[in-house]
């Protein structure tokens, strides 16, 4: 994909980065789409100092004339990917009407790597994916998270409640605490990890899909970023109970041939959030939604044409725009934003005094694997 931006130093930021965000989205202008390039803008959000987060945004072919109609769909990678692994879905809901925005997580992509570990805790993560979330949501907005990336999501759902539609949980695993893994090869001292890198990624990548993944260029990041963040995945509060707290409709989407989350954790997740349903797509692993786009589009569409809120409002059938799978994103512009009003105080933890129902009766499947893990994966 090629992108048109303006240089930016080591931390991430443009150069020029002086007016307010409001002012500099404005000025930044998103062309229509033409026949199988789907154009998008590439926003550098700075939530402080070294700290910058690079969105890819693209905005529906239909203008709509009241607010309430827009539909956002948010896109959360895992470990190792970035935006760009959310092409398919990007091109092929953009093109049905929806707002899409998706975001390198710190230490991927094009967004800042510091070299501080503590930035890559999942507390620090979470309030990036938080801070980008309150900036960007719309009256409808629509959460898809894959591995990693459905912790963020789920605590976004249970965090911004109203503001939440629907969520999608791609490869998601089970519905336990996270922790950090204590003997590991991300515990070996950078040194050591450092040099074994490759090594570490491409068995993952191996394992990672059920066919060739050749072509797929994820855990790009650099070696302290990757040894930061697994070491930094630690959520004690996304246990069972939090996940039946999930108020809203939700989807799961699993790979047959998953390597990394198996279908057991799947149908557990499925039995706790209330009212969820789990899809299985054949001949797909652990990145069933890059090995198998159009299964995995076409389950979300039936999932959000269930409701008017969430309903795709597009007539394709009216539309010239080609939306198959050799369709790409093209970045027509780019722009900084400030963010001059990031809570520092935003803490992810328990709100004092709140409650949660005990009479749920115990998961059939909750003592299995019940301890806390790490997603060690994409």
């Not at 979470?126 to 605590?155: C, E, P, W």
């Not at 959000?304 to 799978?325: A, E, G, I, K, Y």
């Not at 970045?331 to 129902?357: F, Q, W």
Request: aromatic share 8%.
């Amino acid at each position: 994909m090629m992108e048109n931006r303006a240089p930016r130093p080591e931390n991430g930021a443009p150069e020029s980065a002086t007016k307010s965000w409001k002012t500099m989205f404005k000025k930044s202008k998103i062309e229509p789409a033409r026949s199988s390039e789907v154009w998008c803008k590439s926003v550098f959000v700075e939530i402080e100092r070294d700290r910058v987060i690079r969105v890819l945004q693209t905005m529906p072919l239909q203008s709509f004339t009241n607010e309430s109609e827009e539909r956002k769909m948010f896109f959360v990678h895992g470990v190792g990917g970035s935006a760009d692994i959310w092409k398919n879905q990007m091109i092929y809901f953009n093109a049905r009407g929806y707002s899409t925005i998706s975001l390198d997580l710190l230490g991927h992509g094009h967004s800042s790597k510091p070299r501080l570990a503590e930035s890559y805790s999942f507390e620090n993560l979470a309030k990036d994916v938080l801070q980008i979330f309150d900036m960007f949501h719309g009256k409808r907005n629509i959460l898809i998270g894959h591995s990693y990336g459905a912790s963020f999501v789920t605590l976004i759902a249970s965090e911004r409640k109203r503001a939440v539609s629907k969520v999608i949980l791609i490869s998601g695993g089970p519905p336990t605490s996270l922790k950090p893994e204590r003997f590991s090869v991300f515990c070996l001292p950078l040194v050591i990890f450092g040099p074994l890198k490759s090594l570490v990624v491409h068995r993952y990548r191996s394992l990672a899909f059920h066919s060739n993944a050749s072509s797929y260029s994820g855990f790009s990041l650099p070696a302290y970023a990757l040894k930061a963040i697994m070491q930094g995945q630690n959520w004690p509060q996304g246990d069972e109970e939090y996940h039946s707290d999930l108020l809203v409709p939700v989807i799961l989407i699993y790979g047959k041939s998953d390597k990394f989350v198996t279908l057991e954790e799947e149908q557990w997740t499925e039995e706790i959030i209330y009212g969820s349903h789990l899809e299985v797509v054949e001949d797909a692993g652990h990145m069933v939604m890059i090995e198998k786009p159009d299964v995995v589009n076409e389950i979300i569409l039936r999932f959000l044409n269930r409701d008017t809120t969430t309903r795709s409002m597009v007539d394709l059938s009216l539309s010239p725009v080609n939306t198959d799978s050799n369709s790409h994103l093209k970045t027509s512009s780019s722009c900084h934003v400030i963010s001059k009003y990031v809570n520092k105080d935003l803490l992810i933890e328990e709100v004092p005094g709140a409650s949660r129902s005990t009479s749920r009766p115990q998961s059939r499947l909750s003592r299995r694997g019940s301890e806390k893990r790490t997603k060690i994966v994409l």
